[in-house]
């Protein structure tokens, strides 16, 4: 679908090398302030997979489930009233324009980030060098 030289360029900009590597190579100023900005795309993912790997944080997210499910199930019937009037209150008082004015900055300053971490990798001709793109 894509031309193999625009292929390349978008996975060189979208790109992240091991660090060993980039302490040869500098960092440019725009690539600095673009990773700042696109940490939702590269680092909150990486905290995630770390998270999700380690074995005692599943046991303990799996521990804390099912001890709320047999709370909810086991405990009076009076416990889904007292839930759903709380869920119905909390949804109720819950301001939507804000929500998505946050998600909508969110997602723009995470493009914004890709866009300046791209700029800032296509300037720095060694980093280019090292990866053959011409």
Same mark, same amino acid.
């Given at each position: %679908?894509?031309?193999?030289?625009?292929?390349?360029?978008?996975?060189?900009?979208?790109?992240?090398?091991? #660090?060993? =590597?980039?302490?040869?190579? #500098? @960092?440019?100023?725009? *690539?600095?302030?673009?990773?700042?900005?696109?940490?939702? +795309?590269?680092?909150?993912?990486? =905290?995630?997979?770390?998270?999700?790997?380690?074995?005692?944080? +599943?046991?303990?997210?799996?521990?804390?489930?099912? %001890?709320?499910?047999?709370?909810?199930?086991?405990? #009076?019937?009076?416990?889904?009233? @007292?839930?759903?009037? %709380?869920?119905?209150?909390? =949804?109720?008082? @819950? *301001?939507?324009?804000? +929500?998505?004015?946050?998600?909508?900055?969110?997602?723009? @300053?995470?493009?914004?980030?890709?866009?300046?971490?791209?700029? !800032?990798?296509?300037?720095? #001709?060694?980093? %280019?060098?090292?990866? !053959?793109?011409?």
């Amino acid at each position: %679908m894509f031309p193999d030289r625009l292929r390349s360029h978008f996975e060189f900009a979208l790109s992240k090398e091991h #660090p060993r =590597i980039r302490q040869e190579i #500098p @960092i440019y100023r725009l *690539e600095k302030i673009g990773n700042r900005f696109s940490w939702l +795309v590269y680092d909150f993912r990486t =905290i995630m997979g770390t998270y999700l790997g380690d074995p005692r944080f +599943v046991t303990i997210c799996f521990t804390l489930f099912f %001890m709320t499910l047999t709370a909810l199930l086991f405990y #009076p019937s009076n416990t889904w009233d @007292i839930l759903e009037q %709380m869920f119905t209150w909390i =949804i109720k008082h @819950i *301001e939507w324009k804000y +929500v998505r004015f946050g998600l909508w900055l969110l997602s723009e @300053i995470t493009i914004l980030g890709l866009g300046l971490r791209a700029l !800032g990798r296509f300037s720095n #001709p060694q980093l %280019m060098k090292f990866h !053959g793109i011409t």
